[in-house]
């Protein structure tokens, strides 16, 4: 049984009464050990693993939870359990109860939103102030999302009472937004929680418990999601020093009231400490000492006093810290996959990143652009939905958009035509579409919210009788567009060609493998390359263009490989979906965000930038955030350490001429003394 290697506390905690139960585990004490105990203890009392629900932050935790459950009562009783984050539990019930949905990246849907935005016409109203841009708008209408069910037009004047006036224009924007989500199918990471919520109202669920990892980090969204559930019994597992995702609409007040929403809850705490030395855990511990307490804890150290203890290091200039540390980093005996550093910022990483790479240290880095936050990677992805599900307008819109010549709105209006001209399928509006179908009507209409454009005369295909299109596509109205010209044209006779050419392929791996040697990508590589190895005088660095290439395709043979372990190209691309938060590329030293260090981790840690502004942050101080959390930040960075701990700060950047102080954790720390 997983209790035999539990001690005492885990113990008593593993085997809690059915009910309301809150587990308080410090970093490194064993949450993980104990959440497999509680659910090996769930099964030996007679639970079906079909009954037990499990809810975590990552996948990667629950795969490797489910695994150690396995490796006691088999693969098979193990699998049945369901567990991973509320987004892939959310999309796997939907998808289980018949819901067709098409998962979009909330940056895609970013696209949607600003065509919907800029239909509105602000100036109408009668106001000195401004109205929030698209992109901030969307921003705030996700974390609105995540934090109350109050109407949104209220929650946007609550915000900033100027913007009161704009309430109405604000809630018809979201509701457009939904009504076209609706229409085409699309939910991002939100949807799938208010989604299933809704489903759960109907219908209900039967687990017999549900466990909740990282429960400090959960925010109203995710909280109603699981009271929603109305299981027989609950199971949290958190630590409110830990709780660092207030920007996301975390609320720490949910696992501090948590005694106050169930009465009859019990409470335990874990305060073995297995990670870190005692130097170390001292040092976290009278910083985040300093934060209020919810619930009374004092850890203790099991292995005792380390061989080192937390070193400062002091940097005259900012970029010189970077080089130093990546020396130090070169001549550590510790293997480069147990070395982290961490930073506050992402302009942090860049010194450090840069720095590490003139050694030929190799590193890989997360919690700045991500693998599938790239253009190449989202471009591939696109085009393999094109072929999944060819009514996705996103998908066309991005992929038009690489084309010369075709912004956003005409990539829209190609859309619109193929759609109708296939009849409700774009694809083959593409290939063999309708050509009784009058696409480009003229139209001028305006509303009190937006103005839509008079198309003007259509355009002749005369122009490209001399590309070498066939007949069959030239025949195609889609190049009557008014404003289609020869580069447009040849860049849609490319999509045209591997498109009909790609719809005999099904497996995955097959797919993105003739699509990386498509006219179509490299067309879309050379735009990406081009842009990314143009200097200021406007010419072409030829170096940065072939490597740029060379990373492209490097980031490609990836994707390949992730795909062949997928036998269908709709499994294949939600997966890449719902996991690519928490992928990572490339081998080396861990260069992270404190967020994403949470969970993880090394021998041997640096943290980085604890200059006064930088860490903490006071921007994000002053525009109503809390030093507390910002401590608790903090916290979290150090216990990533189990031997090596050093924290840095340098006193200029010579090349922005500012002067720095020292963060005051070092202070709180005992680092540093204070001036008289």
Same mark, same amino acid.
């Given at each position: 049984?997983?209790?035999?290697?539990?001690?005492?506390?885990?113990?008593?905690?593993?085997?809690?009464?059915?009910?309301?139960?809150?587990?308080?585990?410090?970093?490194?004490?064993?949450?993980?050990?104990?959440?497999?105990?509680?659910?090996?203890?769930?099964?030996?009392?007679?639970?079906?693993?079909?009954?037990?629900?499990?809810?975590?932050?990552?996948?990667?935790?629950?795969?490797?939870?489910?695994?150690?459950?396995?490796?006691?009562?088999?693969?098979?009783?193990?699998?049945?359990?369901?567990?991973?984050?509320?987004?892939?539990?959310?999309?796997?019930?939907?998808?289980?109860?018949?819901?067709?949905?098409?998962?979009?990246?909330?940056?895609?849907?970013?696209?949607?939103?600003?065509?919907?935005?800029?239909?509105?016409?602000?100036?109408?109203?009668?106001?000195?102030?401004?109205?929030?841009?698209?992109?901030?708008?969307?921003?705030?209408?996700?974390?609105?999302?995540?934090?109350?069910?109050?109407?949104?037009?209220?929650?946007?004047?609550?915000?900033?009472?100027?913007?009161?006036?704009?309430?109405?224009?604000?809630?018809?924007?979201?509701?457009?937004?939904?009504?076209?989500?609706?229409?085409?199918?699309?939910?991002?990471?939100?949807?799938?929680?208010?989604?299933?919520?809704?489903?759960?109202?109907?219908?209900?669920?039967?687990?017999?418990?549900?466990?909740?990892?990282?429960?400090?980090?959960?925010?109203?969204?995710?909280?109603?999601?699981?009271? /929603?559930?109305?299981?027989?019994?609950?199971?949290? $597992?958190?630590?409110?020093?830990?709780?660092?995702?207030?920007?996301?609409?975390?609320?720490?007040?949910?696992?501090?009231?948590?005694?106050?929403?169930?009465?009859?809850?019990?409470?335990?705490?874990?305060?073995?400490?297995?990670?870190?030395?005692?130097?170390?855990? =001292?040092?976290?511990?009278?910083?985040?000492?300093?934060?209020?307490?919810?619930?009374?804890?004092?850890?203790?150290?099991?292995?005792?006093?380390?061989?080192?203890?937390?070193?400062?290091?002091?940097?005259?200039?900012?970029?010189?810290?970077?080089?130093?540390?990546?020396?130090?980093?070169?001549?550590?005996?510790?293997?480069?996959?147990?070395?982290?550093?961490?930073?506050?910022?992402?302009?942090?990483?860049?010194?450090?990143?840069?720095?590490?790479?003139?050694?030929?240290?190799?590193?890989?880095?997360?919690?700045?652009?991500?693998?599938?936050?790239?253009?190449?990677?989202?471009?591939?992805?696109?085009?393999?939905?094109?072929?999944?599900?060819?009514?996705?307008?996103?998908?066309?819109?991005?992929?038009?958009?690489?084309?010369?010549?075709?912004?956003? =709105?005409?990539?829209?209006?190609?859309?619109?035509?193929?759609?109708?001209?296939?009849?409700?399928?774009?694809?083959?509006?593409?290939?063999?579409?309708?050509?009784?179908?009058?696409?480009?009507?003229?139209?001028?209409?305006?509303?009190?919210?937006?103005?839509?454009?008079?198309?003007?005369?259509?355009? /002749?295909?005369?122009?490209?009788?001399?590309?070498?299109?066939?007949?069959?596509?030239?025949?195609?109205?889609?190049?009557?567009?008014?404003?289609?010209?020869?580069?447009?044209?040849?860049?849609?006779?490319?999509?045209?060609?591997?498109?009909?050419?790609?719809?005999?392929?099904?497996?995955?791996?097959?797919?993105?493998?003739?699509?990386?040697?498509?006219?179509?990508?490299?067309?879309?590589?050379?735009?990406?390359?081009?842009?990314?190895?143009?200097?200021?005088?406007?010419?072409?660095?030829?170096?940065?263009?072939?490597?740029?290439?060379?990373?492209?395709?490097?980031?490609?043979?990836?994707?390949?490989?992730?795909?062949?372990?997928?036998?269908?190209?709709?499994?294949?691309?939600?997966?890449?979906?719902?996991?690519?938060?928490?992928?990572?590329?490339?081998?080396? $030293?861990?260069?992270?965000?404190?967020?994403?260090?949470?969970?993880?981790?090394?021998?041997?840690?640096?943290?980085?930038?604890?200059?006064?502004?930088?860490?903490?942050?006071?921007?994000?101080?002053?525009?109503?955030?809390?030093?507390?959390?910002?401590?608790?930040?903090?916290? $979290?960075?150090?216990?990533?350490?189990?031997?090596?701990?050093?924290?840095?700060?340098?006193?200029?950047?010579?090349?922005?001429?500012?002067?720095?102080?020292?963060?005051?954790?070092?202070?709180?720390?005992?680092?540093?003394?204070?001036?008289?």
């Amino acid at each position: 049984m997983p209790l035999s290697k539990l001690n005492s506390e885990q113990i008593d905690a593993a085997k809690a009464p059915f009910g309301k139960n809150l587990v308080i585990a410090s970093a490194g004490t064993g949450k993980t050990s104990t959440i497999v105990g509680r659910i090996g203890y769930l099964l030996g009392s007679g639970v079906k693993p079909e009954e037990i629900l499990l809810l975590t932050f990552t996948n990667k935790a629950a795969a490797e939870m489910i695994e150690r459950v396995s490796n006691i009562f088999g693969k098979e009783r193990a699998g049945l359990i369901e567990a991973g984050t509320f987004h892939a539990v959310s999309y796997r019930y939907l998808k289980k109860m018949g819901k067709k949905i098409s998962l979009k990246d909330p940056k895609e849907l970013k696209v949607l939103f600003r065509s919907i935005y800029e239909r509105r016409n602000f100036s109408l109203i009668d106001s000195q102030t401004p109205p929030y841009s698209s992109n901030h708008i969307f921003d705030l209408y996700s974390l609105y999302l995540n934090t109350t069910k109050i109407p949104f037009g209220e929650w946007m004047s609550t915000k900033n009472e100027n913007h009161e006036i704009y309430g109405d224009l604000y809630e018809d924007l979201v509701e457009e937004f939904n009504n076209t989500k609706k229409e085409h199918g699309y939910a991002d990471y939100n949807d799938l929680l208010l989604l299933m919520r809704d489903e759960l109202k109907k219908d209900g669920a039967s687990y017999v418990e549900v466990l909740v990892d990282e429960y400090q980090d959960t925010n109203y969204l995710q909280n109603s999601l699981i009271e /929603s559930l109305k299981s027989k019994s609950l199971f949290c $597992v958190g630590d409110y020093d830990q709780s660092i995702y207030a920007f996301n609409g975390a609320d720490i007040n949910i696992i501090g009231s948590f005694q106050d929403i169930y009465p009859e809850a019990k409470i335990f705490t874990l305060s073995k400490n297995y990670r870190s030395s005692a130097q170390i855990l =001292a040092l976290a511990n009278i910083v985040i000492e300093r934060n209020s307490r919810i619930y009374p804890k004092k850890l203790e150290v099991t292995r005792g006093v380390g061989k080192y203890s937390p070193k400062l290091l002091i940097y005259d200039e900012l970029f010189s810290q970077y080089q130093e540390i990546s020396k130090r980093i070169n001549h550590s005996s510790r293997a480069h996959a147990e070395i982290a550093v961490i930073f506050r910022n992402n302009s942090s990483a860049d010194g450090i990143e840069a720095s590490l790479r003139e050694l030929g240290i190799r590193s890989k880095r997360k919690g700045g652009i991500g693998f599938f936050e790239t253009k190449e990677i989202k471009a591939m992805l696109d085009l393999c939905q094109i072929l999944n599900n060819p009514k996705d307008m996103m998908a066309y819109i991005h992929i038009f958009s690489f084309g010369k010549g075709i912004g956003s =709105a005409i990539a829209k209006d190609l859309y619109d035509a193929l759609n109708a001209l296939g009849e409700g399928d774009a694809l083959r509006g593409l290939i063999n579409p309708n050509r009784e179908i009058d696409v480009f009507k003229k139209r001028a209409r305006v509303t009190q919210l937006g103005l839509f454009e008079e198309f003007n005369e259509l355009g /002749s295909t005369q122009k490209f009788k001399s590309l070498g299109f066939c007949e069959e596509f030239l025949s195609n109205p889609i190049l009557k567009h008014p404003k289609m010209n020869i580069e447009a044209a040849s860049y849609i006779f490319e999509i045209y060609k591997n498109f009909k050419e790609l719809k005999k392929f099904k497996n995955p791996s097959n797919i993105i493998e003739k699509l990386k040697n498509s006219t179509i990508f490299q067309v879309i590589s050379k735009n990406l390359a081009s842009s990314r190895s143009l200097q200021k005088d406007g010419s072409t660095n030829e170096n940065i263009f072939k490597e740029s290439l060379e990373k492209i395709e490097r980031k490609t043979l990836l994707l390949i490989d992730l795909a062949k372990h997928y036998d269908k190209l709709e499994r294949f691309i939600n997966a890449m979906i719902l996991g690519s938060k928490e992928m990572s590329e490339g081998e080396g $030293v861990n260069l992270l965000s404190i967020h994403a260090s949470k969970g993880l981790e090394f021998e041997e840690v640096y943290i980085i930038d604890l200059m006064d502004g930088r860490f903490p942050n006071r921007k994000l101080v002053a525009k109503g955030g809390d030093i507390d959390e910002e401590r608790r930040l903090f916290y $979290v960075a150090t216990t990533r350490a189990k031997d090596e701990l050093f924290l840095s700060f340098a006193k200029y950047d010579k090349i922005k001429k500012i002067s720095y102080k020292p963060s005051q954790f070092l202070y709180e720390a005992g680092l540093l003394k204070e001036e008289l």
